[in-house]
């Protein structure tokens, strides 16, 4: 589909290009060139290949391996700590390029191997394929397994160890069985132009600045525009400069930095001041942050979603967080008053700590008269509506893919290929695609592991309930996928799949995380390696070689992960306990609170007729319906503001709570209203040329920074000195907002 020439990419009524008839020619020769139809593709990634170059080198798959190892090491040893530092994959998709630089100089040219497996040690200058294949292995690797927190659950709650053996399977299976699922994924996620997978631009940015050879018209072009003149080399270096030496201030000086809850300081002594204006443990109001870091925890790169996008997810922050919550607490709903404003904890009626120990058999089960003897399981109000929230996004998520995406998804069934591909799909068909039963072997293989580890293990789950789990999986992938492809932004399944267990099997809480495993846990490794997929659809990777590269990634991390879990849990006194700090394993404890609510106490009795919970299944229903009449009113209105609501992408909002900040989602809008909407209007051509690098050098100069501070201060225990802005008692100055309306911290 070629390209028309009144789009927005038509530079010369943007202003990039108004200097000369010369300068008019360069931006008629860009629009005669076909391209994609979504303006942010057209801004990261040009609509050409190079099928010349060589992609699965020596180089390639010796950084692959070396980065994946280290940086699924780095990432599993940091995650148990109180703020978990994530080593993002574009740490390495920096290093990787003067690495394989390096290698391009020293290396001699010649090949090793016997017969058809000869490999060629440095046969052509270090490319910009062989650079994606050493990033795909290493995102492949970088994410923090949910099985491993499963495990550490097991082991903290419910004093039950699998063992290496059966550790291994448990994250080798979920991984491979979502790889499986992945090769699905591809006609429906990755091939379609609307699937544009936001973040991955961010990436894609970065590589063609890294390895892009700029024409000389378009530099010259360029060099006469003002606010253009800069390359992006040069732009990239100086933005990861400043983001460098900036983190030194938020991430280890003046903590304070991180959430400047402006509200509390007036009157520190009042719990509601405390709980309306703390940025972390309270509702956020006022404040916000200048740690680059906070935000990109928690969301992806506000510069790299979509302004509409983000609309939709402030305003149903809003909705959810800053009226329906104040709602629920100040009523005193849900027994709110009993308990702080915002956290995971699990109380007893009176406001002390839920004593599992009173409810447990000796066999890890509940025991009911116990149970009905001691007290009803109690969660903030907070906790509560986040629970709603979900259920809500999973019942829009059905009704808005069957009315939005039903007919598309209809036609790719059928067919992959369709009239409506666009031209980088169809420079992709220049190589061989994965054939189909590749990923059904591996799938197959995968299932079959996956029944031996819950029949040889002590799984507390039956092997028919596998079967129920992993078609969870399958009825929820396409439709939570098309809503990340389109946000970067991943709904989740966890609360379905223990609900589903938990009506299965009441009072089995170690069944129900390992259910939970198996149908999660195992959409959301899909949707990553689908998020790759669409990676090397922008870049013109060769498929059948990104899959192996993948797969290794995978195994790999699985390996070092698990080993170095199992070496942290053995060696760190009081680990995941608030005595063993900062190891405090926060997301854990977040798996080990669904435990209890899903698991150990289950839907029957969490959402008794006689439970003050009972309300909330009703969220389903209302986000189920919801997107009918958003639906009808766009249909019957096509050119109105209310084409732009997405239901789905509305009740995503909330989605990092629990545990994130709340100061984050503001800040993260704000952020994307200026560079998204206004600099993007305004001054398209330097939206253009600059904002996804602007993005990487933020994300890239944060991390980076984040090792030195670790190597070189906190990894000796060098501290910076107490002071107002470094306080570790309370790093806002909110020390009221972790109390209850009483006055009272059971948890202190």
Not at 49 to 69: E, K, N, Y
Not at 139 to 164: C, M, P, R
Not at 499 to 505: A, C, D, E, N, S
């Amino acid at each position: 589909m070629s390209v028309d020439k009144n789009r927005e990419l038509d530079f010369s009524e943007t202003g990039v290009f108004t200097k000369s008839d010369s300068l008019h020619k360069v931006a008629d020769s860009i629009n005669d060139i076909e391209d994609s139809p979504i303006e942010e593709v057209r801004a990261s990634v040009p609509p050409t290949d190079d099928t010349t170059l060589p992609t699965a080198t020596f180089r390639a798959w010796f950084w692959g391996i070396v980065f994946s190892i280290a940086i699924s090491f780095t990432n599993q040893f940091f995650w148990f700590r109180a703020n978990p530092l994530t080593i993002k994959v574009i740490v390495v998709q920096l290093l990787a390029f003067p690495a394989g630089r390096l290698f391009e100089r020293i290396l001699p040219d010649i090949s090793v191997g016997v017969g058809r497996y000869k490999i060629a040690l440095n046969a052509a200058p270090f490319n910009v394929k062989e650079h994606v294949l050493i990033t795909a292995m290493a995102n492949a690797a970088a994410t923090s397994f949910d099985a491993i927190d499963i495990i550490v659950v097991q082991k903290l709650y419910y004093n039950q160890s699998w063992g290496f053996g059966g550790g291994i399977l448990l994250v080798l299976t979920t991984s491979l069985l979502g790889f499986g699922f992945a090769g699905i994924l591809n006609r429906y996620l990755v091939r379609p132009a609307a699937m544009v997978w936001p973040i991955n631009l961010v990436n894609a940015t970065l590589f063609h600045t890294l390895h892009k050879k700029v024409p000389k018209d378009v530099a010259d072009a360029d060099a006469m525009t003002p606010g253009l003149s800069m390359s992006r080399n040069k732009f990239f270096l100086i933005a990861f400069i400043g983001s460098f030496v900036w983190y030194f201030f938020p991430g280890y000086m003046i903590p304070v930095l991180t959430s400047i809850s402006w509200i509390c300081w007036i009157k520190k002594d009042s719990i509601l001041a405390s709980q309306l204006g703390s940025g972390i443990n309270g509702l956020g109001l006022g404040s916000f942050t200048l740690d680059w870091s906070t935000l990109a925890a928690w969301y992806p790169s506000p510069l790299a979603i979509p302004w509409v996008v983000q609309a939709n997810m402030l305003a149903g922050f809003i909705f959810f967080i800053w009226i329906l919550v104040p709602i629920v607490y100040y009523t005193d709903t849900f027994e709110s008053k009993k308990f702080p404003f915002y956290n995971t904890n699990q109380y007893d009626i009176y406001g002390n700590k839920f004593d599992r120990a009173r409810v447990l058999t000796p066999g890890q089960y509940l025991n009911e008269t116990a149970y009905d003897e001691y007290s009803p399981i109690r969660i903030t109000g907070f906790f509560a509506i986040c629970y709603g929230q979900g259920l809500a996004a999973l019942g829009a998520i059905i009704s808005h893919t069957l009315l939005y995406n039903g007919k598309d998804i209809w036609n790719r069934f059928k067919s992959a290929r369709q009239d409506s591909d666009d031209i980088h799909a169809r420079l992709m068909d220049h190589y061989k695609s994965v054939p189909d039963w590749w990923y059904l072997v591996l799938f197959v293989g995968a299932l079959g592991a996956s029944f031996a580890t819950i029949v040889v293990w002590p799984s507390d789950m039956p092997w028919w309930a596998l079967i129920i789990a992993v078609t969870l999986a399958f009825v929820w992938l396409i439709p939570i996928g098309i809503v990340t492809a389109i946000t970067s932004q991943s709904p989740t399944i966890s609360m379905i799949t223990e609900w589903v267990y938990g009506v299965i099997r009441p009072g089995h809480p170690v069944g129900n995380i390992i259910f939970k495993t198996y149908g999660y846990i195992t959409v959301r490794q899909a949707l990553l390696f689908a998020q790759d997929l669409k990676l090397g659809h922008y870049m013109k990777i060769p498929p059948r070689e990104l899959f192996t590269f993948q797969i290794v990634g995978t195994v790999l991390a699985s390996l070092v992960s698990l080993g170095t879990t199992n070496y942290l849990m053995e060696s760190i006194p009081n680990i995941c306990t608030r005595a063993g700090y900062p190891w405090t394993c926060p997301n854990a404890g977040l798996f080990g609170a669904s435990s209890v609510i899903w698991g150990l106490i289950g839907p029957n009795r969490f959402f008794a007729n006689d439970s003050i919970y009972r309300p909330l299944p009703y969220f389903f229903l209302g986000g189920f319906l919801l997107p009918f009449p958003v639906w009808f009113l766009a249909r019957r209105y096509p050119n109105s503001w209310i084409r732009h609501i997405s239901v789905p992408v509305f009740m995503l909002g909330p989605t990092p709570f629990p545990p994130a900040p709340t100061n984050v989602t503001p800040c993260w809008a704000a952020i994307g209203f200026f560079f998204n909407f206004y600099i993007k209007r305004r001054w398209s051509g330097w939206w253009k040329k600059y904002n996804y690098v602007l993005s990487a050098a933020l994300d890239s100069g944060v991390a980076v920074c984040a090792i030195v501070i670790f190597f070189a201060f906190q990894y000796s225990d060098i501290k910076f000195p107490e002071w107002w802005g470094n306080n570790p008692s309370s790093v806002d100055q909110c020390p009221l907002a972790t109390v209850n309306w009483a006055g009272v911290d059971v948890y202190a």
